[in-house]
Structures are given as C-alpha cells and as structure tokens.
C-alpha cells in the first residue's frame, strides 16, 4: 500500500497537511477556515469523510483556526500534546472527551500501517512538536516552525523521501521591511522560524541517498518570494554538491494551492 501526501496550505496565513495510505488518512493542522480546508480537500480529490484523524504540530492559529470545525463536523479524533491541548481548548470551540487523545512529545505511535514519530522543535508555542511518517521502509518528515534546526531534529529526519521543510523568510528582506523590530527580532530568534539560508545549510546534513523531494514550507507573505527561496536552497546545495533537478527535486507550498498528490514509491 503506498504511502501518499499533499501540502494542502503552507505559509504565514495557514497551515494543512494531508498523509495517507489506503489504512490511514491523517489531517496534521487545520490553520484555515472550514471551508478553505473543504476546497483543498476538493482541489486535491481527496474524500475528507475518509479522514481518520488530526494531528496537531502547535496552537497558533494558522495551525489550528478550523480545528474545531472539522474535527466536529466529521467526528475526528485529535491528537495533541497535554501542553498544546491546555494552549489551544479556549480557541477550538467544544470538543467532547471521545474526541481528545495525548500524543506526546519524543514518542512514536502506530496509526493502522503508518508509524507516526513526534519529535519537538524550538519554537514560541506551549511545546510544538513536528512528525516523521514511517510507512513500509518510506520516510516522510513534516518541519516547519522551528527557531533553528537542532542535532537531534537532523537526525530523526535524516535521509527522508521526502521532506516538508521549512524557508520561512529571506534575512534581508525581512530586515529591511516593514515590521516592527520586536517582531523581526523573533523571528530572526532561536524561537522563530528558520531562513532561506538556514533551511539550506540544515538540509546539506539532512539529504540522504534515499532523499527525492523537497518541499520549501512555510515562507512569510512579507519576508520571502517562493523564487527567491527556491533559488536561494538550491544554489546553496548545488555549491555544496548535490544533484538538484537530477535525482534531488525540490517544490514550492502555496497557502491557498495544494500541491499535486505525490506517492511516495
């Protein structure tokens, strides 16, 4: 059974990611409006009544503004950590107890064929925590949200498939715009969110002879242009040797347009 994902919606403004096997159907973040989510699930022909479950990486709202909404109206259970549950219950509206379920940080759980490893990251939330799809010798790692990009995430998401990382902004766009400096301040921190640049340095640790796939994630609205991450990754890996465009692909994410429904084989 193959292992198939989408990146429903990726930026600043929200996020949702789609993974699934014939078994197995997970919603990991539900940062748009329900009816946003309804249309990437139609765009990415996608049956959201198949769905099984929700996993959620962290409480900012553009992870999780219509939680809530779909949680309830197709009856999903939602795994989070206690820390992350506590942060976000005033924010998602009424969720009946048969609903909630603990997924705690650092810890690997089985979902029908698919193993799910959660590991966290360095980032203002409660305690935000990515995951590694592990599904019959395939690897999928979803990582985005992250102030800087430690040893151990390297290693837990090492010689991925594919891997849903993040680009979040360009150093000297954002420092030239027109945010307030306490913003750009954590942003830049180790608190914030990842640059073009770093994304590239963390991925030459991260790439392996298995790695096909790179999608740049999360890229600011304000602080970025997804030709100006994709060139800055590349031309950065590329210096350092690897085959981009023969053998190694990577992908732009949009925060309104899924991308194309990729199985990973």
Do not use: C, M, Q, W
């Given at each position: 059974m193959t292992l198939r994902f989408t990146v429903l919606a990726s930026g600043s403004s929200g996020n949702a990611f789609y993974i699934g096997t014939d078994k197995e159907n997970i919603l990991v973040d539900a940062g748009l409006s329900g009816k946003q989510i309804e249309?990437?699930?139609?765009?990415?022909?996608?049956?959201?009544?198949?769905?099984?479950?929700?996993?959620?990486?962290?409480?900012?709202?553009?992870?999780?503004?219509?939680?809530?909404?779909?949680?309830?109206?197709?009856?999903?259970?939602?795994?989070a950590n206690e820390k992350t549950w506590k942060a976000m219950e005033g924010s998602i509206g009424k969720i009946t107890l048969d609903q909630k379920f603990l997924f705690n940080m650092e810890e690997t759980k089985t979902f029908a064929d698919i193993d799910v490893e959660s590991f966290g990251v360095s980032h203002d939330a409660a305690e935000p925590m990515f995951y590694t799809f592990h599904h019959e010798g395939k690897k999928v790692?979803?990582?985005?949200?992250?102030?800087?990009?430690?040893?151990?995430?390297?290693k837990t998401v090492e010689n991925s498939d594919a891997l849903i990382f993040e680009a979040n902004h360009d150093v000297s766009m954002l420092q030239m715009g027109r945010y307030p400096w306490s913003v750009k301040r954590r942003i830049l921190g180790d608190t914030g969110h990842v640059s073009n640049e770093d994304c590239a340095l963390a991925l030459e640790d991260i790439i392996g002879d298995n790695t096909k796939r790179i999608y740049l994630a999360h890229l600011s609205k304000d602080n970025n242009m997804k030709e100006l991450a994709r060139m800055s990754v590349e031309n950065q890996l590329r210096e350092s040797g690897f085959s981009i465009g023969n053998g190694i692909d990577i992908y732009d994410t949009d925060p309104t347009t899924p991308t194309s429904l990729y199985k990973v084989v």
């Open positions: 249309r990437l699930f139609l765009e990415s022909s996608i049956d959201p009544n198949k769905l099984t479950k929700i996993l959620v990486t962290h409480e900012h709202s553009d992870h999780i503004k219509g939680l809530g909404i779909v949680a309830r109206k197709y009856n999903l259970p939602i795994y790692s979803l990582v985005t949200d992250l102030g800087y990009v430690s040893e151990r995430i390297k």
